[in-house]
């Protein structure tokens, strides 16, 4: 939103026209965005629709039969969790900058918030004061050590750092009103039953009951 605030990012100006090329001539993508620039619905999907997880698109690719990616349904028609969205709009704003996802949160939020305890890739000062993950039968599984940015969840932080993150956002620190207005803003009323597997079909009206929906900033009761 810092991006939208700053008119580097256009949350309605499809991901295809962000990029210089189709996708599938991108080497990360050669292979599993095939199928996906075929489709003529991938003209349509916007960094909106990618952020409030409406994108069409499954999970990740990996979990697919072909291991390609496909919208599996009217991009912005209906809500369905997709970490692969979100590390493609990624890719397609660190086409357009020129900078790493990582450089950039780093310049625009970590550092002036002063959140040394956070990255999208892990670093050494983080083994001091980890979190070490265990098995259901407590045995020791070890911590996550990201070597790679990726927006759908590379980020090591603290619960220090997230206070500071949110007492800024909310304290009007980070963005200017008309931004926070727009990330909070409803974007699609959530039906599916499940949230994972992402694309089951079971639905449920809890969405017009309780007011459950997702907005830019995340899900909201």
């Known amino acids: 939103m810092l991006q939208v605030e700053e008119h580097r990012l256009d949350l309605y100006q499809p991901i295809a026209e ?23 619905r991938w003209r349509r999907v916007t960094p909106r629709m ?10 990740f690719a990996a979990l697919e039969p ?11 028609s209906r809500f369905a969790y997709s970490g692969d969205g979100l590390n493609l709009l990624q890719f397609a704003m660190e086409q357009r900058s020129k900078e790493s996802l990582d450089a950039t949160m ?3 939020l970590f550092g002036p918030l002063k959140m040394n305890q956070t990255g999208m890739v892990w670093s050494a000062e983080f083994d ?7 098995g259901t039968d407590g045995s020791l599984i070890g911590a ?16 220090r750092d997230l206070t500071v993150f949110l007492e800024a956002l909310f304290g009007g620190r980070v963005l200017r009103a008309a931004a926070m ?29 309780v007011g459950e929906l997702y907005a830019r900033g995340g899900s909201q009761q």
């Open 106 to 108: 780093q310049r625009d």
């Open 66 to 76: 072909d291991r390609r990616l496909h919208l599996h349904f009217a991009p912005g």
């Open 18 to 40: 962000m990029l210089a090329r189709p996708l599938d001539e991108y080497e990360p993508y050669r292979e599993t965005a095939v199928d996906l620039v075929l489709d003529r």
């Open 144 to 159: 996550t050590h990201r070597d790679r940015a990726r927006a759908a969840g590379s980020m090591t932080t603290s619960v």
């Open 128 to 134: 001091r004061d980890r979190a070490l993950r265990y």
């Open 181 to 209: 207005r727009q990330m909070f803003s409803p974007q699609i009323v959530i039906h599916s039953a499940h949230e994972f597997p992402s694309l089951d079909p079971a639905t449920g009206n809890d969405g017009e009951k």
């Open 50 to 59: 990618m952020l409030a997880h409406s994108s069409g698109l499954a999970n």
